[in-house]
């Protein structure tokens, strides 16, 4: 893989997939979590080369001297580095989960290096959006045909009422599929360090009225594509998101959980690249 050096001399690992010597898509996994979850996007390497980052403390990236450096805003200095080996006056950047937070910051604090941004089912912690128990209840609601449906729905009303913590009886409800597939990525998609987890969202991570009043401003356009049944990033708060963007617009997946590009790839990429253009 190849690496390059953060601001703070942490060695930082990418994954470079796809074919040509197009500038290529800044894709920054969530969790924090291996980056190897997203794969190739469902084949999104295809139309577009990608620059797969792993977080620092993450995959093939090296564990950082200073913990405190895996807070959510001090992470966006690694993808402005990234963007700085890479040679790239402007990059095209798209987030997953989690890191939607960071690309969100990167893109209120570096507006002018941005060409466009795909936020897929964001996270919306960076801009103060809150998820009501009950949201997430109501999407789960659309699953209650399926035979998993009973136990993992009475692990997520205990969760969102603050009495359990079953989180693993609960993921059938990010997939748009529950099979052997869905089942062999959530198994290998767990976060493979509490402390970069802890760490995240550490006080001072986020500063959301900051963070709304610089997106404001933000003129590149936004994807924000999210899945029907995304448990974590509902349509509505995805709608929310993309409210305080100028050139924003929303697609939701239909039949598709938190990782929409293995629901449906060809309906994945065919949004996606076609935002997401030519380099």
């Known amino acids: 893989m190849p690496t390059y050096p953060a601001p703070d001399g942490t060695r930082l690992a990418y994954r470079d997939l796809g074919e040509g010597d197009g500038a290529p898509v800044v894709c920054v996994p969530g969790g924090p979590a291996d980056s190897r979850y997203l794969g190739d996007l469902g084949g999104l390497s295809g139309h577009r080369r990608l620059a797969v980052l792993d977080l620092r403390g993450t995959g093939g990236s090296a564990v950082p001297d200073d913990p405190a450096s895996y807070r959510c805003d001090r992470l966006v200095d690694d993808i402005e580095a990234l963007r700085v080996h890479l040679g790239l006056d402007r990059i ?118 900051a963070t709304r009043a610089a997106l404001a401003g933000v003129m590149a356009p936004v994807l924000l594509l999210t899945g029907e049944f995304d448990l974590n990033s509902p349509p509505g708060t995805a709608a929310g998101l993309a409210e305080l963007l100028p050139d924003a617009r929303l697609a939701v997946q239909p039949g598709a959980g938190h990782y929409p590009w293995l629901d449906d790839p060809d309906r994945f990429t065919a949004v996606a690249a076609d935002f997401l253009g030519r380099p």
Request: charged share 25%; glycine share 10%.
């Open 92 to 209: 095209d950047l798209l987030g997953h989960s989690a890191g939607a937070n960071i690309a969100t910051q990167y893109a209120a604090r570096h507006p002018h290096r941005l060409r466009r941004l795909a936020l897929i089912g964001p996270g919306t912690r960076a801009v103060g959006l809150d998820i009501a128990g009950e949201t997430r209840r109501q999407v789960a609601r659309l699953r209650e045909g399926e035979p998993w449906y009973p136990a993992a729905f009475a692990a997520l009303e205990a969760i969102t009422e603050g009495t359990g913590t079953d989180w693993d009886a609960i993921s059938p409800f990010f997939y748009g599929r529950w099979d052997a597939t869905a089942r062999q990525h959530h198994a290998d998609s767990r976060p493979a360090n509490p402390e970069a987890v802890a760490r995240f969202g550490a006080e001072g991570a986020f500063d959301p009225p």
